[in-house]
């Protein structure tokens, strides 16, 4: 196993769970009452009850990439909601 830590690497990795993209978006029905079907179908996927936003994640990475972490290697961050946690 390489170590970068003598290197002042750090290692930290992000596993998002379902967030509310233009990709997302593109999938959405055009009629109004499905697209909120749909959305609400994807909400029921988290146990929070409801879908991530770009913010949650961003906010991870600005902690991640600050100097607030500089003791924070190896980590794995699953932003998903609860949806893994099932």
């Known amino acids: 196993m390489t170590c970068y830590g003598p290197f002042g690497i750090r290692v930290n990795s992000i596993h998002p769970g379902y967030i509310m993209t233009p990709m997302v978006e593109g ?8 697209a909120r079907q749909f959305k609400k179908s994807l909400d029921s996927l ?3 009850g409801h879908i991530g936003e770009p913010d949650d994640i ?3 990475i600005v902690y991640l990439a600050s100097d ?3 003791f924070m290697t190896g980590a794995e961050i699953v932003i998903d909601g609860g949806f893994t946690s099932v």
């Open 46 to 48: 988290t146990l929070l």
């Open 58 to 60: 961003a906010y991870a």
């Open 27 to 34: 999938f959405m029905p055009k009629d109004p009452d499905e």
């Open 68 to 70: 607030e972490s500089k």
